[in-house]
Nanobody, 128 residues
Framework: QVQLVESGGDSVQAGGSLRLSCIASGYTDRRKCMGWFRQAPGKEREGLATIDTTRSRTYYADSVKDRFTISQDNAENTAYLQMNSLKPEDTAMYYC?????????????????????WGRGTQVTVSS
């Protein structure tokens, strides 16, 4: 099994920044790919970014690629999502997910169905 714990969510003003963290534990071969998703109230879950931890290769949804950066610290078993220039529409619950290989669609980032393990989420609220 794989366990994921997110942290770093907060309430910020528009234009601000946050860094989300996801600490992973469990079978390493099942979390070679780490992804970030978000879900706003009344909306479907949206893939944001994912990283192939074996090659440090990253993939982004077009909607966030200029503002969000995914990274990893393999020694700490942690994935990060740096979010800059936050907007009120970024308000959502943010989830970390893991998979044995990255499932992405060009321009859309990670695909929810490709990820088997999920954290409980961390709330990000951006006020105008």
């Amino acid at each position: 099994q794989v366990q994921l714990v997110e942290s770093g969510g907060d309430s910020v003003q528009a234009g601000g920044s946050l860094r989300l963290s996801c600490i992973a534990s469990g079978y390493t071969d099942r979390r070679k790919c780490m992804g970030w998703f978000r879900q706003a109230p009344g909306k479907e879950r949206e893939g944001l970014a994912t990283i192939d931890t074996t090659r440090s290769r990253t993939y982004y949804a077009d909607s966030v690629k200029d503002r969000f950066t995914i990274s990893q610290d393999n020694a700490e078993n942690t994935a990060y999502l740096q979010m800059n220039s936050l907007k009120p529409e970024d308000t959502a619950m943010y989830y970390c997910a893991a998979a044995s290989q990255c499932a992405v669609v060009a321009g859309r980032g990670p695909i929810e169905a490709g990820y088997s393990y999920w954290g409980r989420g961390t709330q990000v609220t951006v006020s105008s």
